[in-house]
């Protein structure tokens, strides 16, 4: 079955860099847009980023647009976000997420990971 | 940016009831080419990631029960649960896939009464 397993979460101080990724499983990784959405602790669930199927295409919240980079690689079905000059309030689960999409374009979420916490304080 | 703009924050329901969540976006997520709503229902429980209960605004996800409808066009939605069950405690988003960014709503927490 669809399995998204993220990792890379942790303390980071503010100002630094983490990296997180996501193995996928279970269908067709190369042929989807990917997304990163992200809930801070007790809040509402923020999209950050999505990716298309191969990479061509992507698209970043304001909030972490020029910190954070999505990226993929489709021989080792993972996708991962590169996130640099962190802040407290990047503070939250990072949740890999699968477009329903076949394809080019992205439309809404079928399919969420577990999450990872990742915590900015110093 | 669309903003989202759901309502209530929170309902108190009594079960066997109807529960009803609106969502109103700031601009029309409306595709006029293939009259499409471009709005999506998410269910997340505590502890829980979100499930999609509801896409193109109308269009009940495979295995939802059908006490969860979905109706609205343009700007304005609604999400109803016809008679809430205890399996229904959760926050509900919204989200428009119009365009990018995505943006969900900031949620609606459904509790018993």
């Known amino acids: 079955q669809m399995q998204l397993v993220e990792s890379g979460g942790g303390v980071v101080q503010p100002g630094r860099s983490l990296s997180l990724s996501c193995a996928a499983s279970?269908?067709?990784?190369?042929?989807?847009?990917m997304h990163w959405v992200r809930q801070a602790p007790g809040k509402g669930l923020e999209w950050v980023a999505v990716?298309?199927?191969?990479?061509?295409?992507?698209?970043?919240a304001d909030s972490v647009k020029g910190r954070f980079t999505i990226s993929r690689d489709n021989s080792k079905k993972t996708l991962h976000l590169q996130m640099n000059s962190l802040r407290v309030e990047d503070t939250a689960v990072y949740y890999c997420?699968?477009?329903?999409?076949f394809g080019s374009g992205t439309y809404w979420i079928d399919y969420w990971g577990q999450g990872t916490l990742v915590t900015v304080s110093s | 940016d669309i903003v989202m703009t759901q309502s209530p924050d929170s309902l108190a329901v009594s079960l066997g009831e109807r529960a009803t969540i609106n969502c109103k976006s700031s601009?029309?997520?409306?595709?006029?080419?293939?009259?499409?709503?471009?709005l999506v229902w998410y269910q997340q429980k505590l502890g829980q990631s979100p499930k999609v209960l509801i896409y193109?605004?109308?269009t009940r996800e495979s295995g939802v029960p059908d006490r969860f409808n979905g109706s609205g066009s343009g700007t304005d939605f609604t999400l109803t649960i016809s008679s809430l069950q205890a399996e229904d405690v959760a926050v509900y988003y919204c989200?428009?896939?119009?365009?990018?960014?995505?943006?969900f709503g900031q949620g609606t927490k459904v509790e018993i009464k």
């Open positions: 989200q428009q896939y119009y365009t990018t960014p995505r943006t």
């Open positions: 193109w605004a109308s």
């Open positions: 990716i298309w199927y191969d990479g061509s295409n992507r698209n970043y």
């Open positions: 279970g269908f067709t990784f190369s042929s989807y847009g």
């Open positions: 997420a699968k477009d329903v999409r």
């Open positions: 601009q029309s997520v409306l595709y006029s080419s293939n009259n499409k709503n471009y």
